[in-house]
């Protein structure tokens, strides 16, 4: 087990030291790195998200700056990472590179592989800055198709906020659909993450029939969406596989499993979950790694008592 007691200070010199003695360290961790054969091996994920910081957003549960301490962000992830059933992580960039380095300094330290066949999604478009005049005009400042490519990832997450009053919406509607052109061209899953203003069911069965038809085509596409009311609605829109998102606000652990497991009803082709601050910062100050086996437990149970009910079908 990963040990979240380690110093910041170590780990920081540590993982400086690496970025300015070996700066090409983490391209070479990453294309070497042994990877899963397939991106679900039971039609369900469990993915940790830790790109909020690239949007100007560090607060988690009653603290305003969790998320900027990038130490303790890291230690959590590692932590939740080794759970079986949390299937990878999303990231920006930087993140991805540092927890390759955190990675390769503990596996010196014969710890664990908490990274070996897990998921890294690359985070694309982080440009729409969260508080600014701009935040709803959302290009591509991180990952590119390309990138990802190159960097031997499993996919990449564009974010799409729409609201029908901002011209910028329809700016990043454009902005989405060439990104997904350019990941299709790659043959990369992508995932997309749809969030309308105001976040009502009406909205966001509305705009699920927009997403599903931006790019060339919808054949590795998620959808990631918000949890709503009547989200039976929501699964019903579109046949792609759906993940729920926390937001901003998840409730405590209690409440975020039973408002997970109750959306895993709504729909067969609800699949999963990506969640960030609800699980690497519980509100309740549960503790991150059991609460992502508990979620992976829930997500990846479901599988089975799906295959179950429809051999009985059969």
């Not at 309740?284 to 295959?307: E, F, G």
Request: with cysteine.
């Amino acid at each position: 087990m990963i040990n979240r007691e380690v110093d910041h200070e170590k780990l920081i010199t540590a993982l400086a030291d690496l970025r300015i003695k070996e700066p090409d360290l983490p391209a070479l961790l990453a294309r070497t790195r042994k990877r899963r054969s397939r991106l679900t091996t039971d039609g369900h994920l469990v993915i940790i998200a830790a790109d909020h910081p690239a949007r100007r957003v560090v607060a988690a549960g009653q603290n305003p700056w969790a998320m900027a301490d990038r130490a303790e962000l890291l230690k959590r992830l590692a932590a939740v990472l080794q759970q079986p059933g949390v299937d990878g992580v999303l990231a920006t960039p930087d993140l991805l590179e540092e927890l390759l380095l955190y990675n390769y300094w503990l596996l010196k330290q014969g710890e664990k592989d908490f990274l070996e066949e897990k998921l890294l999604i690359g985070s694309m478009n982080r440009g729409g800055l969260a508080g600014t005049v701009f935040e709803l005009y959302d290009p591509v400042t991180a990952y590119t198709a390309r990138d990802l490519l190159e960097m031997n990832l499993d996919g990449g997450k564009l974010l799409f906020q729409f609201d029908p009053q901002a011209r910028e919406s329809g700016q990043t509607l454009y902005l989405c659909a060439a990104a997904l052109r350019e990941l299709a061209d790659q043959r990369l899953p992508a995932f997309l993450e749809v969030v309308p203003r105001p976040p009502t069911t009406d909205e966001l069965v509305l705009l699920v029939g927009v997403a599903t038809a931006l790019g060339p085509t919808s054949s590795h596409l998620w959808l990631k969406l918000p949890m709503v009311e009547g989200f039976e609605r929501v699964a019903r829109a579109t046949t792609c596989p759906i993940l729920v998102l926390g937001g901003s606000e998840p409730g405590n652990s209690s409440q975020l499993l039973s408002r997970i497991e109750s959306c895993l009803k709504a729909g067969p082709n609800i699949r999963g979950a990506i969640i960030g601050r609800g699980i690497l910062y519980p509100s309740d100050d549960s503790d991150p790694a059991q609460l992502a086996a508990q979620l992976a437990q829930l997500i990846h149970q479901s599988t089975s008592q799906r295959s179950s009910s429809d051999q009985q079908e059969i």
